[in-house]
């Protein structure tokens, strides 16, 4: 065909009418946060090929081609999943269904209309050392069946290698994210693992360079070892450094994670989409999952669950059923249990209190508590993402004294400017002084009209902990330590003596009950 001058520029002008829509999609990006708290966020994710929205965050139960334990169609129906994961690897080279996919497309195969991930095989190459297949030669073979998000092959290094090993697969991982340009990927959104093994400072770089590709979404890669471990201290550092390299506005896939009990804490650290294997596989060993751990079913007396399998039947009558039918049973309350979690958790970002379900969850198992701990050590950052006003603060425990709103009133106690003689009290006001202030451990001492405001309006137990009152000394600290020509007397119920060790040597301590004794009648006790 002849080529004039014309057809050319309407070709070129064609050419960038369909480049348009994919541009303005990566200027606003596919990802739009909504809500927020802790670190945590309800946002949606854009996923243009199926032409439908995920919100997040998600749980995206991970379907075997091979094995369906509960049909894809009932997932998105009965419990309600927009987002399901696949292994595109295990399609790739499957001689029964590799045609059918090629043809019919995944979303018909699986018979699902919400979004679908597919995974590439780098588990299998972790697991066996080979497969017969490069980056760009799957990547192309999850658009032509139909995949919503594609993954590349990363390396998933596993925690506490060396850090050689650690850097030079990272290196490899990140040429085959580059290498993802070459192939026309389309509407598909693409995944850019972040990896690093147990180094904060490889996982932020890893996290720069994956935000640096200009790919989609960002999955945190090889935390299952640590998961398995009970190692959530460590997956809180890994999930912090990626972020920090990430920044704010990107989509954290926290890969692997699938039980509920660490959920809530997931999404405080900033993870936005889960894949649950887990509720399949442990129904087929007869485990039982809840949000407070695992359970045999061999060793329940009851089920501690609403959901309808477990209304509808006793432990002994799911241990008589047949094997099929006994793993189909199980694998459905696991999975009600896990997305009534995430319902729970996405309630909890919108009353503005995820802190206090995380630190219920932290009850529940130790090495959940030192997950949250880790997560407290990172405050500062959480102050940057956590909203200014929210419901209402309850301090639940010691590890309440250390959540981002009471650094927050410290930050702010260093921009107040009292004068004059200015009592600090637990009691009442006292008009001997210029000013009068409350204190309330943990956040220490403020202007009582500030009274109103959140979180001063905490609920705060009358039997607090050591720690809230250090925490309150410190607060004090950092106003008297602002304010060096101000003369502040402390009036304290009883303070054990390491917070009044915190009180700079300047500001006098006394007892409340010495105080009483000049408190004027009529006086009002706020
Ligand atoms: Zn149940």
């Given at each position: ?58 749980l995206?139960p991970v379907v075997n081609?091979?094995v369906q334990t509960i049909a894809p169609a009932r997932l998105?129906d009965e419990f309600g999943a ?146 398995n471990?009970y ?27 699938g039980h509920p009990m660490m959920f ?12 649950s294997a887990a509720y399949a596989l442990y129904a087929r060993d007869d485990r039982y999952l809840t949000v407070r751990g695992t359970e045999k079913l061999a060793e329940l007396d009851y089920l501690p669950c609403e959901c309808p399998i477990c209304v509808a039947h006793t432990p002994e009558e799911l241990r008589a059923l047949d094997d099929d039918e006994r793993e189909r049973h199980l694998a459905e309350h696991n999975l009600y249990v896990s997305f009534g979690e995430l319902r729970r ?15 219920v969850r932290?009850r529940g198992h130790?090495a959940m ?158």
């Amino acid at each position: 065909m002849a080529t004039t001058g014309a057809t050319t520029a309407i070709d070129e002008e064609n050419a960038i009418l369909r480049r348009a829509p994919a541009e303005i999609q990566e200027m606003s990006g596919v990802f739009e946060q909504r809500t927020a708290d802790a670190a945590g966020r309800i946002g949606e994710l854009a996923v243009p090929r199926s032409g439908v929205t995920v919100e997040t965050p998600a749980l995206m139960p991970v379907v075997n081609p091979h094995v369906q334990t509960i049909a894809p169609a009932r997932l998105e129906d009965e419990f309600g999943a927009e987002i399901l994961i696949t292994n595109g690897y295990i399609l790739s080279q499957s001689e029964d269904l590799r045609e059918a996919a090629l043809s019919a497309g995944l979303h018909d195969l699986l018979d699902f209309s919400g979004a679908i991930m597919t995974d590439s095989g780098s588990f299998q190459l972790a697991e066996y050392g080979d497969i017969e297949v490069t980056t760009p030669e799957i990547l192309d073979f999850q658009y032509e069946i139909g995949s919503d998000i594609g993954t590349p092959i990363d390396i998933p290094t596993p925690p506490d290698v060396g850090r050689d090993r650690a850097e030079r697969e990272l290196s490899t991982t990140q040429e085959r994210l580059e290498r993802t340009h070459e192939v026309e990927t389309d509407e598909m959104l693409v995944n850019a693992p972040v990896q690093g093994s147990t180094y904060p400072d490889l996982r932020e770089d890893a996290g720069r360079h994956a935000r640096g590709t200009g790919l989609d979404v960002f999955p945190v890669g090889a935390a299952v070892p640590l998961l398995n471990a009970y190692r959530y201290d460590d997956m809180v550092e890994i999930v912090t450094a990626a972020k920090r390299g990430l920044g704010t506005g990107a989509p954290v896939h926290l890969f692997g994670a699938g039980h509920p009990m660490m959920f809530a804490l997931a999404v405080a650290t900033g993870c936005d989409l889960f894949d649950s294997a887990a509720y399949a596989l442990y129904a087929r060993d007869d485990r039982y999952l809840t949000v407070r751990g695992t359970e045999k079913l061999a060793e329940l007396d009851y089920l501690p669950c609403e959901c309808p399998i477990c209304v509808a039947h006793t432990p002994e009558e799911l241990r008589a059923l047949d094997d099929d039918e006994r793993e189909r049973h199980l694998a459905e309350h696991n999975l009600y249990v896990s997305f009534g979690e995430l319902r729970r958790i996405k309630q909890a970002i919108r009353r503005g209190n995820l802190l206090e379900l995380v630190e219920v969850r932290a009850r529940g198992h130790p090495a959940m508590l030192d997950g949250y701990r880790a997560l407290l050590d990172h405050a500062d950052r959480l102050e940057r993402a956590d909203p200014a006003s929210k419901d209402a603060f309850f301090h639940l425990s010691a590890e309440s004294a250390r959540r981002p709103e009471v650094r927050r009133h410290h930050d702010r106690l260093e921009r107040l400017v009292p004068e004059g003689h200015v009592l600090l009290t637990e009691g009442g006001e006292n008009s001997q002084y210029d000013e009068s202030w409350r204190v309330v451990p943990p956040f220490g001492p403020f202007p009582r009209h500030l009274s109103e405001t959140y979180p001063l309006t905490a609920e705060v137990p009358e039997r607090t902990d050591r720690e809230s009152y250090e925490a309150a000394a410190a607060g004090i600290a950092r106003l008297a330590n602002a304010n060096p020509e101000t003369a502040f007397t402390l009036a304290h119920r009883d303070w054990p003596a390491s917070a009044l060790e915190g009180v700079p040597g300047r500001v006098a301590t006394i007892p409340l009950e010495s105080m009483d004794e000049y408190d004027a009648a009529g006086e009002t006790d706020q």
